[in-house]
């Protein structure tokens, strides 16, 4: 979420990124081993009525995640640039009560742990290939069946990536207001490509960065972000602030920042659209000021894999957050329709699932369509 914050300050939305890797769009890389229906949730701590906070090791590292709910089709939330699972906070324990929700902190944010990007290639740890990866196995892991993702911003990429490398273990991914990646470098003109790349090495690689991301990380600052990004002013509560905010102070925090803003390489959404064969509903914000619905249209509508482009007027980059009322009943309309038991379901059930009145919904794409 943070990312076109950021890119803002620092005037950056007409230049492009830094240095291009070629998109890999990996196959399949693992068969789907059945688990428990419910893993192992010793050291979990309940941190509201029905909410439970737990960690994960993956690959050697902590990985922070919340969970609500022990029956139902299971939901994984994802947050994006900057953000955690806190921003999900409206989210899981309404899931919860149909659902199996889960909401993850991404390697690198919220409370998860936070490797120095320097031990390692440029962009080769926080990067969409290894962030789907966590998400693949975190949901053979730990949930133990296929699952549906739904993500905010960035955390689209990541989600659509897990699609791809494994596929049989994510049932359809639901993508709010999904980065357009404006900063790639496919989508700017060739002549500034080493502008914004001597801007980026600069500020990874010198103090600039950490001053930078210091005057960044404060709690006024964050709040007046918050409150560009969200249609709904109202939302940008202090609780918001600090959720976002906490562990942004964190050791090794500013160190992944800086190494996400010269991230210029990996995917274009449309690429991992293109390839996934799980169902995707895109969800936007009428008035999202960083990613602008009507390009996001422009750019997907037509994918075969998109099955609907729900816009929701008034509100901004964050719809989770933002009109949670509003969200949380397009989930879950769009795992009654693509879920395991879909065929199942009765027109009242689905009904019972169908978003409020305040959303404007098209239904596109060749994945199959809701109504």
Known sequence: MMQSAFSKCLSWRSLPEATHRPCRHRSARRAFVPMRAHADSAGETEVKPGVYEG????????????????????????????????HWRKNTPALGKRH????????????????????????????????????????????????????????????????????QLVQGVQCLDISLRGLHVKRQPAWQRPLVAALQRLLRETDVGKAFFANVATERTVGNILRQAYGRKEAVSQELVQAILRPGL?????????????????PLPEELMSATSRPVSLVWGEVDPWEDAREGRRLFASLPSVVEFVTLPGVGHCPQDEAPELVNPLIERFVAMYGSGAGKKTSEEVSLASPATGSSSSSVGGGGSLQ
């Open 55 to 86: 960690y994960w090791t993956w690959k050697g590292y902590r990985i922070r995640y919340q969970r609500s709910g022990e029956a139902g089709e299971p939901v994984l939330l994802v947050h994006g640039f900057g953000g955690n699972a806190d």
């Open 100 to 167: 199996r929700a889960f909401a993850i902190d991404l390697l690198g944010y919220g409370y998860s742990d936070k490797p120095n990007p320097r031990s390692a290639p440029a962009n080769s740890i926080y990067s969409f290939d290894n962030w789907g990866d966590q998400l693949a196995d975190f949901i053979q892991q730990r949930i133990g069946e296929p699952t549906f993702v739904v993500c905010n911003s960035v955390g689209g990429l990541a989600g659509l990536q897990a699609s791809l490398v494994s596929p």
């Open 250 to 266: 964190q050791p090794g925090a500013v160190d992944v920042f800086l190494d996400f803003i010269s991230y210029s390489g990996g």
